[in-house]
């Protein structure tokens, strides 16, 4: 029996880079609500925000690293956005999944990423980002500029930028639920998170022509 090839889908680099980003967002979720006192559990305030400060540097760091990977290998295509078969996997998500028809979009070292996870992580890295990172910074060394003229001219206060990190951190809590819902629905529970730490999916049996077709049954 001829032995299975697998196609590497995410490099170790990128793997590293994934779950580093993870664990490094779940600290600052958490750090940031005990910060916020949505929380006690053992941690006082300070701790929390070095905690927070500490997480926030090397997620920074690790950011530099990936922008310097992804444009010097050409993985920065994966994320231009394209809407090419974006309703078929719409239309998969929202009740194709659930009646157990393929997924529409299939994933190649190429072409990693579907048309709505492209939008997603652009909205991610356009909109999340900058509103958490420009708002962070602002607090982080309210101290040494806040206090300047220029800010008192743009009418913009202390609180109004703590209410933006703020609303950033939710966004941010909200895309990652979404994301690791979206992780449970491979032909297995988890084929993809298995795919994000070995780098490869297992073979998924090919449908027939007919079956990936809207409104087909599984046999």
Known sequence: ?????????????????????????????FSGFRIHGLYQLGIDFLTALRIHQ?????????????????FTTGEWKQYVPTFDKIFLVARHYAWGMFRGESHPYHQTPARKH????RLAYLWVKLMINPIIWISGIYLLFFADWG????????GISLQTVAWAHTIGAYMMLMFFIVHVYLTTTGHTPLAHIKAMIRGYEDDEPHPSPAQGMPGAQPH
């Open 1 to 29: 029996m001829a032995k299975t090839q697998h196609v590497i889908l995410f490099k170790r680099f990128e793997r590293f880079w994934h779950w580093s980003q993870a664990a490094l967002i779940i600290t600052l979720l």
């Open 114 to 117: 579907n048309p709505l996870q």
């Open 54 to 70: 500490v997480a926030a540097w090397s997620l920074v760091v690790l950011w530099v690293f990936a922008i310097f990977w992804h």
């Open 147 to 154: 206090t300047w003229p220029i800010w008192k001219q743009w």
